[in-house]
């Protein structure tokens, strides 16, 4: 059975503080890792990784993949107030029919 | 604009009554998705369409149907075998027209029951 894992489960920073939150799966026949934000209602899109090693990057926010490990992290440097959310991370296998969720990383950035 | 668009945003019931939420999108996609969300928890995928006039069950698809007539509109209904139907429903087709890959989101419709 696929699985998605994503610690911690929470998480509270104050602004300007740098987190990393990490996303490990099990699933046959990967095809992708995908992370959303989820602050109140529909999830945003944020990054896709399919190759080891590359590092997507927008702004202050950047991932990474190890293919090898079968994880994910989600980094976010000089956090503001209007990070806090939820972050989703989400497998796709090459013979799957949907994408499969963590439950997610709640994050609240404090002033 | 191209979108995904659910209603209602919100919507009570009482026990022992069935209710529909609507999904409709304008993206021209073969795909649709349904999936439920608790609080704390992720995403759980209910049913998905991969054309029109055809679906598949999901993860959670008990206590819920769905139909696929057209292929702008996926509306999912919630049944009153569904024992714990109180949740948060999203509906998303593929971002690409594809399948599966990045998801692109309607709002949400928020259920509650009394």
């Known amino acids: 059975e696929d699985k998605v894992v994503q610690s911690p489960l929470s998480l509270v920073v104050h602004e300007g503080d740098t987190v990393t939150l990490n996303c490990s799966y099990e699933v046959t026949n990967f095809r992708s890792l995908l992370w959303y934000k989820q602050e109140k209602k529909a999830p945003t899109f944020l990054f896709m990784l399919?190759?080891?090693?590359i590092e997507k990057k927008s702004g202050r926010l950047s991932s990474i993949l190890d293919k090898k490990e079968l994880f994910s992290i989600l980094n976010i440097t000089a956090t503001q107030t209007g990070d806090s959310a939820v972050y989703l991370c989400a497998v796709e296998a090459n013979s799957g029919y949907a994408l499969n969720f963590g439950k997610g990383t709640s994050l609240l950035v404090t002033p | 604009d191209g979108g995904i668009t659910q209603s209602p945003k919100y919507l009570f019931r009482k026990e022992g009554q069935n209710v529909t939420l609507s999904c409709e999108q304008n993206l021209n996609h073969d795909a649709m998705y349904w999936y439920r969300q608790d609080p704390g928890q992720g995403l759980r995928l209910i049913y998905y369409s991969q054309i029109v006039n055809d679906f598949q069950k999901g993860d959670i698809a008990e206590g819920y149907s769905v139909s696929r007539e057209k292929k702008e509109s996926f509306p999912l209904t919630v049944t009153s075998a569904q024992k714990n139907p109180t949740a948060f429903y999203l509906c998303?087709?593929?971002?690409?027209?594809?399948?599966?890959?990045?998801?692109?989101f309607g709002e949400g419709s928020r259920l509650t029951v009394l």
């Open positions: 998303a087709t593929p971002s690409g027209g594809g399948n599966t890959g990045e998801l692109f």
């Open positions: 399919t190759s080891s090693g």
